[in-house]
């Protein structure tokens, strides 16, 4: 059975994940083979420092990088439902992450361009695949935050 997690140890892989980053730097094609070879033969132990590395990606990675990604969720969910929730969230907050700018009552162009890439990708995926949870989810915030922002337009017209 493994042991609990300690906030000890969700700060060294919080901070080994910025780490890593700033180490390694952009998230090429180069560093994306890396992380598949390590997560083809990588534990549940592995898959956690793996999340911790994408939490720093480019809020784009999850749609540059789409193939990986549903490859690795699907790794994931192979090693149970613990690795997934952790890749998945992993992937999420990269994806959310980061300074969102446009014109004040407006849709952001990111958020409207996440929309767009999210209902692309799930035509393409089955409702089963364990990345179909993670572009559905953005979908959903994208949505969300395009509503906050055309409701912020109708009470600055008031």
């Not at 959310?96 to 996440?114: F, K, L, N, Y």
């Not at 035509?123 to 364990?130: E, I, T």
Request: overall charge negative; charged content about 30%.
């Amino acid at each position: 059975m493994k042991e609990k997690s300690t906030p000890e140890d969700y700060m060294f892989r919080e901070f080994a994940g910025h780490l890593f980053s700033a180490m390694f730097g952009p998230m090429d094609s180069e560093m994306v083979g890396a992380l598949e070879k390590w997560a083809d033969s990588g534990s549940e132990e592995d898959m956690g420092s793996i999340a911790t590395i994408l939490r720093e990606a480019p809020y784009e990675f999850v749609f540059s990088q789409r193939s990986f990604v549903v490859r690795l969720l699907e790794k994931a969910a192979k090693l149970g439902a613990n690795s997934l929730e952790t890749v998945c969230g992993s992937l999420y907050a990269s994806a959310i992450s980061g300074v969102h700018s446009g014109a004040v009552g407006e849709p952001m162009p990111r958020d409207v361009q996440t929309k767009k890439d999210c209902e692309e990708i799930l035509k393409d995926l089955s409702r089963f695949a364990p990345a179909y949870r993670l572009y559905e989810g953005l979908l959903k915030h994208a949505e969300q935050s395009i509503a906050r922002s055309l409701k912020d337009a109708e009470r600055f017209e008031d």
